[in-house]
T-cell receptor, first 114, second 114 residues
Framework: DAGVTQSPTHLIKTRGQQVTLRCSPKSGHDTVSWYQQALGQGPQFIFQ???????QRGNFPDRFSGHQFPNYSSELNVNALLLGDSALYLC?????????????FGEGSRLTVL | AQSVSQHNHHVILSEAASLELGCNYS??????LFWYVQYPGQHLQLLLK??????LVKGIKGFEAEFIKSKFSFNLRKPSVQWSDTAEYFCAVKKQTAGNKLTFGGGTRVLVKP
């Protein structure tokens, strides 16, 4: 049973560029959340997708956008990259109709912005 | 805004020592509480969770946590640590009405010396 998979694992971009990160949820899960983990900090919630729509959003600018596909996989897009966007981006999946709300995390995509 | 505080950023201890990591949150409503662990080079994994009932929760690998509602705390404990417990530990809180949005603390790096 595949867990949450993310790609790419590492990437380097320059300021002003755009990046797309990808996530495949754990088998059977229908909800995907994205988190940003800056160095030395805990993960911060970016947004959550369910039924191909953004359901909740954290305190992130519109430069951060996402998409969920019919197969429940998801993309995170960041436009006009800033140095401060350098972080580990985590994808987490869950099953929405379960009240436990346990999240399963991928290993993350480490983005470096130069 | 809801926040989660973890009091210790770094903890160093020897094998067989006892471990206690503090976690306090600021939200006054009904919450669900989690401890996640991130071993070196691995993804975040759930250690234990509290939803309701007995405030003393037992998790995997001998960890337990106690929810003290009056103190807004959810401290993690392990009576006797092993070298393999070296990891970063994150406390997380979810409002019951907040879908799957977790608010994480800043994490505590634990180093267990053999």
């Amino acid at each position: 049973d595949a867990g949450v998979t993310q790609s790419p694992t590492h990437l380097i971009k320059t300021r002003g560029q755009q990046v797309t990160l990808r996530c495949s949820p754990k088998s059977g899960h229908d909800t995907v959340s994205w988190y940003q983990q800056a160095l030395g900090q805990g993960p911060q919630f970016i947004f959550q997708y369910y039924e191909e729509e953004e359901r909740q959003r954290g305190n992130f600018p519109d430069r951060f956008s996402g998409h969920q596909f019919p197969n429940y996989s998801s993309e995170l897009n960041v436009n006009a990259l800033l140095l401060g966007d350098s972080a580990l981006y985590l994808c987490a999946s869950s099953l929405t109709d379960r009240v436990t709300g346990e999240l399963f995390f991928g290993e993350g995509s480490r983005l470096t912005v130069l | 805004a809801q926040s989660v505080s973890q009091h210790n950023h770094h903890v160093i201890l020897s094998e067989a020592a006892s471990l206690e990591l503090g976690c306090n949150y600021s939200y006054g409503g009904t919450v669900n509480l989690f401890w996640y662990v991130q071993y070196p080079g691995q993804h975040l994994q759930l250690l234990l969770k509290y939803f309701s009932g007995d405030p003393l929760v037992k998790g995997i690998k001998g960890f337990e946590a106690e929810f003290i509602k009056s103190k807004f705390s959810f401290n993690l404990r392990k009576p006797s640590v092993q070298w393999s417990d070296t990891a970063e530990y994150f406390c997380a809180v979810k409002k019951q009405t907040a879908g799957n949005k977790l608010t994480f603390g800043g994490g505590t790096r634990v180093l267990v010396k053999p």
